[in-house]
């Protein structure tokens, strides 16, 4: 079974302080999707890295893949208030059949 | 943008209702998905449509079941609602092996 572990579960932090947020895993995935879900709403893609060692900027957020394709991580620079919601990693499973395995989520709070 | 939706938003009902949660997308997506989350946790999938007349459990076992008559309709039923049974139910949809769009959610409450 694949599973993804994400740290830290909770963050709170000020504005204009920087995070990362981690998820990792024993296996390989194709691909490794990160989602931002605000209160009362589905998740939205934030972005979608595929190839080992890739890295993927979205204004101040930074995403990389790990080399061998089981873990990933999220950087946010001078993160605002704006950033408040829940992250959650998901990975594509081996089997390439469309099933995400989701992280357990990273609740980041950011006060002004 | 996404177009998928849910019905209802919010629903509460009594313990022993048969309830029926709605999901339709009009983006002609092949594969849908339906997800139980609670609150601030990990979705965890537990049904899923590769097409019309196609459905599969997920990893997580659920008592309720679903239906794809039609490409753009995929909706979940509790035969007979428990307070175990509430949760955020979400759906979503995708082309193939790739990004899922997510619906707004159903927050189910069992009293």
């Known amino acids: 079974t694949q599973l993804l572990e994400q740290s830290p579960q909770f963050l709170s932090i000020q504005e204009g302080e920087n995070l990362t947020v981690y998820c990792n895993s024993s296996?390989?995935?194709?691909?490794l999707q990160w989602y931002r879900q605000e209160p009362g709403e589905g998740p939205v893609l934030l972005v979608t890295?595929?190839?080992?060692?890739e890295v993927k900027k979205l204004k101040r957020l930074t995403f990389q893949f790990g080399d061998a394709r089981k873990d990933s991580s999220l950087h946010i620079t001078a993160a605002q208030p704006g950033d408040t919601g829940l992250y959650l990693c998901?990975?594509?499973?081996?089997?390439?059949?469309?099933?995400?395995?989701f992280g357990q989520g990273t609740t980041l709070q950011v006060k002004p | 943008e996404a177009d998928i939706y849910q019905t209802p938003r919010y629903l509460v009902i009594g313990t022993g209702k048969k309830i029926t949660l709605e999901c339709s997308q009009t983006?002609?997506?092949?594969?849908m998905y339906w997800y139980q989350q609670d609150p601030g946790m990990e979705l965890h999938l537990i049904h899923y449509?590769?097409?019309?007349?196609?459905?599969e459990k997920g990893d997580l076992s659920s008592e309720s079941t679903v239906s794809r008559i039609r490409t753009e309709h995929f909706p979940l039923t509790l035969e007979s609602a428990r307070p175990s049974h509430t949760s955020q139910y979400l759906c979503?949809?995708?082309?193939?092996?790739?990004?899922?769009?997510f619906g707004p959610g159903t927050r189910l409450t069992v009293l």
């Open positions: 998901a990975g594509l499973n081996s089997g390439n059949t469309g099933k995400l395995i």
């Open positions: 449509s590769y097409g019309v007349n196609s459905t």
């Open positions: 296996s390989v995935f194709s691909s």
């Open positions: 983006m002609g997506h092949d594969k």
């Open positions: 890295v595929v190839t080992g060692g």
């Open positions: 979503a949809s995708s082309t193939g092996a790739d990004t899922q769009y």
